[in-house]
């Protein structure tokens, strides 16, 4: 044992009161298997005082270097060793007294700072049991932050009250009981990513050791108090109850009890392997759990980060969670009339209710529903789902979801993990959807029409999404056609988009009514091959536009002539004279041409050739007729967009010869 050593050094001493010069002795060092000092230098002062220098010190896992205690007044004799007005290097501003009784072997240590504030601490080693207790009124734990590591954070106030019993015999320690209040408590780290305030905290153990293992009963309450432990904020009202079983080598937990305020009760079990350093069993369950606290304070940081307003979960949920062999082999999950709120208002749904009892090894059926929903501010309709499970496997023959007026069908849809890796498909079609309503709902000008299609089949593999087969849609009374869609990194932070777009017979003046650029009569054709987005901006397109074969009504007006004329720049020009611009309301064309091919921000413009390099955008046709000639063959990209916008604002004029 450690004191026997030191004993032994004590009384090699001399036994007076006071002594005229300095006496220094040296020990090289002192183990055992939970203690240990090395550089152990003891300095006998004048005047009764006395200094002890330690290079390090370790007490079990931790270690303090370069440790010093004074004695303003010590005495040795053949009865006691007395400490008087002692200080401690770490915690200088908290004086002690040290007294140890050699027959008897009673310690006693007492650490005055303030008025009402002690620290005590009292042993008597020759009992059987021997016990130890320490007490504590009114404690400052500001003062032992220099005994902790620096690397964690460190309390800056708060006061301890209570008392913690130890018994032991030749074996070693037998019991301990504890009970500890801390309040007004604060603490905070450098870094600013953990720090906590006004915390309260109720701390009680009752264990025995017997048969070479633990069993405790604990009781930790946390009635108030603020915590933020980056990226949670925490607020206080919880308490947990557990059973405690250690051998040395495990901590099994055979039951535990997690009162949470706003959210409800858990009941937990498990079991830690402190050699592997791994949890090898567990389990948890919890009935009617809140989900509006519980998603607040656990997983709004991960969904929202600084985002406002925040997202909101609202309902209850019944779960039950079993852990195995390095994996989760149960999760069953019970919604009850749950509702999601995205902060951002990009989605939503209303009155969830799900069934969902996963086995890892069985088959299962999952069944959900819900009664209302949006996404992106477009209305959805109720709906229910039920879903085939085993394992890592799920999948579902078809399902539907209302929109506004129309339905989206999914059929064959496939989700499995392969290779620790997620894989999915799925194929299915949307029918016709009132596009006025969808304009409404998007904040779009409003357009006419219906929108449906069909979507071919769509998988996601290796990070990229791809579609085989082409996704056709119906809009402004002619027809889109999607091909060649595959998508890298889809829900990454800059995902990649690749494809052709080809619009077939497109109604102009449903068009151009929709987006107020004035009145075109006629169809057009619009073809977007090698299209490539990144973070949905372009960056590579060849684009065409061109009038549609076929007979029918070309008709231009002279607002839509002007508008054209303007997102050419100051070099476009409309071929007619301003006095007959003044006169003539529309205008007769025979052919609408023109092609951009996107390129490092430039667009490269070109329309119908002419012989003075010059080509055309809108060719004159019928009486009056007109001509829109452009001028300009490279482009920026972001300035054409900004024409764009403010032709359909109304903001510019063309120049007309």
Not at 43 to 55: G, V
Not at 143 to 158: D, E, K, M
Not at 329 to 347: E, I, S, T
Not at 505 to 521: C, E, I, M, Y
């Amino acid at each position: 044992m450690p004191y026997r050593a030191a004993l032994l050094l004590f009384f090699l001493l001399v036994s007076q009161a006071a002594w005229p010069g300095t006496l220094e002795f040296s020990v090289a060092d002192i183990t055992s298997p939970s203690f240990a000092a090395s550089g152990i230098k003891l300095t006998l002062l004048p005047h009764a005082a006395a200094e002890l220098r330690m290079e390090e010190v370790r007490i079990a896992e931790k270690s303090w270097q370069k440790v010093v205690l004074h004695c303003g007044k010590f005495s040795l004799d053949t009865d006691k060793l007395r400490c008087v007005d002692g200080r401690f290097s770490a915690i200088p501003e908290l004086p002690f007294t040290l007294s140890y009784e050699f027959a008897t072997r009673k310690l006693l240590l007492q650490l005055l700072a303030e008025q009402q504030e002690s620290w005590k601490i009292q042993a008597n080693f020759l009992a059987h049991p021997w016990n130890l207790q320490a007490s504590f009124q009114h404690a400052q734990i500001k003062r032992i932050a220099g005994l902790l590591p620096q690397s964690v954070p460190l309390p800056t106030q708060g006061l301890l009250d209570g008392e913690l019993k130890v018994l032991g015999g030749k074996d070693g320690v037998g019991s301990v009981d504890a009970h500890l209040q801390l309040a007004g408590a604060a603490f905070s780290d450098a870094s600013g990513l953990h720090a906590g305030e006004k915390i309260k905290l109720e701390f009680t153990l009752a264990a025995t050791h017997a048969a070479q293992q633990w069993h405790a009963q604990t009781t930790l309450a946390w009635p108030g108090g603020d915590v933020f432990w980056e990226p949670f904020y925490l607020r206080g009202g919880h308490q947990l109850q557990a059973e405690l079983l250690w051998d040395g080598k495990q901590l099994l937990v055979p039951q535990a009890e997690l009162q949470a305020e706003g959210i409800g009760k858990v009941l937990l079990s498990g079991v830690w392997d402190a050699e592997q350093k791994k949890l090898t069993q567990a389990t948890l369950s919890g009935s009617q759990l809140q989900l509006a606290r519980l998603f607040a304070d656990y997983a709004k940081p991960f969904v929202d980060g600084d985002s406002t307003p925040a997202s909101e979960l609202s309902g209850s949920a019944d779960v039950a969670w079993q852990y195995q062999d390095g994996a989760t082999q149960v999760f069953n999950l019970r919604l009850h009339d749950a509702a999601y709120v995205d902060g951002k208002q990009r989605f939503s749904l209303r009155g969830v209710n799900a069934d969902i009892p996963w086995q890892a090894e069985n088959a299962t059926q999952a069944n959900l529903s819900f009664s209302s929903g949006a996404l992106w501010g477009v209305p959805l309709g109720a709906s229910t789902w039920q879903m085939e499970m085993k394992g890592l496997d799920f999948a579902m023959a078809d399902a539907s979801l209302p929109i506004l007026d129309g339905k989206l069908s999914l059929q064959d849809f496939h989700l499995r993990r392969e290779s620790d890796a997620w894989r999915w498909e799925f194929s299915g079609g949307l029918t016709p959807i009132s596009m006025p309503a969808l304009s409404v709902a998007l904040g779009w000008p409003e357009m006419q029409g219906s929108l449906a299609g069909m979507i071919p089949h769509v998988q996601y593999q290796d990070r990229a999404l791809t579609m085989d087969g082409a996704l056709l849609f119906r809009v402004f009374d002619g027809t889109v056609v999607v091909s060649s869609l595959r998508m890298h990194d889809p829900f990454g932070p800059a995902p990649q988009l690749f494809g052709n777009v080809n619009m077939q017979a497109l109604d102009l003046g449903a068009l151009t009514q929709a987006f107020s650029f004035g009145n075109v009569r006629g169809r057009i054709d619009v073809k977007v091959n090698g299209l490539e987005l990144v973070n949905w901006l372009p960056v590579r397109f060849d684009a065409s536009v061109a009038s549609s074969p076929g007979w029918y009504r070309k008709q231009i007006s002279q607002k839509a002539v002007q508008n054209i004329s303007a997102l050419g720049g100051a070099g476009a020009a409309a071929a007619i004279q301003r006095s007959a611009m003044g006169i003539f309301e529309n205008f007769g064309y025979s052919r609408i041409i023109l092609s951009c091919s996107l390129r490092n921000g430039v667009c490269a413009m070109d329309g119908e050739s002419t012989k003075d390099n010059s080509y055309y955008i809108v060719k004159g046709g019928g009486i009056p007729a007109i001509n829109v000639m452009g001028y300009n063959h490279e482009v920026d990209w972001d300035e054409l967009l900004n024409r764009l916008k403010r032709v359909i604002k109304g903001n510019r004029k063309a120049v007309v010869e």
